[in-house]
């Protein structure tokens, strides 16, 4: 597959590096500045190696990513909310000229999933989207796999910034805004960690994951939130004195999307342990289900990515 990708933050410099291992070619790389595009494909050692030393990736705009002859548009550029712009406008020309889409980007799918999906409709082209819901780990493929209508319920921990946060808290009797200071430092939380510590990013996919076992109906409005900033040291210490700790457990089913701290026995499989994340799946034929593993980070995400594609029809 001819991979065009918008988008050279993590993911979309790890699609870029991994592509050719998965067997594909990069035609277009384009950040918030500029574009390097070559139906013949691109030389994405060199693509890269300018990113990194911050010139611009290369001489064309966004227009010419669409006017390339490419098969797999990938959409890794950052998440917006509400209309979800400009990613979904992005995917919209994408699906019109008939080309496959392979989203990163969780605005599109939690914000506006029915649009999403009638343009999907009136394509020939198919849209995919497992890298915004867990990274690495086959959420979506698992529920695919199963089908939707045999899935009951996804519950589990979908964000390790937060994970980290509550499993140093509890380890070591820090106060929240220790941890924080201490995850920022290490690179596990952002500068601005407000997506991942109030629980939108949790929630968010799990919107995605009720879109997708009530083929639609959810956006993050409809999804009852709490995150973890209000949660003082002493709570984790009472948690564990009775053999339990804190995580911040998201559930979706077909009626609702919930997300907040819950008690969790210390040894239960939904206590993972630092950026870990974990997906539990109820199904109607084949009992509990459960996957673990690396929830973020830019390589993991690409694999997530390329597998999409690698499941893609041929066009």
Do not use: C, W
């Amino acid at each position: 597959m001819r991979l065009a990708i918008l988008g050279a933050g993590a993911v979309g410099r790890s699609v870029a590096d991994l592509a050719s291992e998965y067997g594909h070619d990069v035609v277009a790389v384009a950040d918030s500045q500029s574009a390097a595009v070559d139906a013949d494909g691109l030389d994405t050692d060199a693509v890269l190696e300018r990113k990194a030393g911050g010139d611009a990736v290369g001489t064309g705009d966004l227009e010419d990513v669409f006017e390339t002859d490419y098969d797999v548009l990938v959409e890794a550029t950052p998440t917006t909310l509400d209309d979800a712009e400009p990613g979904f406008s992005h995917v919209e020309r994408a699906l019109t000229d008939d080309r496959h889409v392979v989203l990163a980007n969780k605005g599109p799918v939690a914000e506006r999933y029915e649009d999403l999906r009638a343009l999907e409709a009136e394509s020939a082209g198919s849209v995919r989207f497992e890298a915004t819901v867990g990274g690495a780990i086959p959420v979506l493929s698992t529920i695919e796999d199963e089908t939707p209508q045999a899935v009951t319920a996804v519950r589990g921990v979908l964000n390790g910034t937060a994970n980290f946060i509550l499993t140093r808290m509890a380890a070591e009797g820090l106060d929240y805004e220790h941890v924080l200071a201490e995850a920022q430092d290490l690179g596990v939380a952002e500068a601005d960690p407000t997506f991942d510590v109030d629980g939108t990013d949790a929630a968010l996919k799990f919107v995605i994951l009720a879109n997708v076992l009530a083929d639609g109906g959810f956006s993050l409005e409809d999804a009852t939130v709490e995150g973890i900033q209000n949660i003082p040291g002493s709570a984790l210490d009472l948690a564990a004195e009775d053999g339990r700790t804190i995580r911040l457990i998201g559930e979706a089913t077909r009626d609702s999307v919930r997300v907040g701290p819950r008690l969790v026995p210390e040894n239960s499989a939904l206590a993972v342990t630092g950026t870990r994340n974990i997906v539990q799946f109820e199904t109607r034929h084949a009992g509990s289900l459960a996957s673990s593993g690396r929830g973020a980070g830019g390589p993991e995400t690409a694999t997530a990515v390329l597998s999409d594609v690698g499941r893609l029809p041929r066009r």
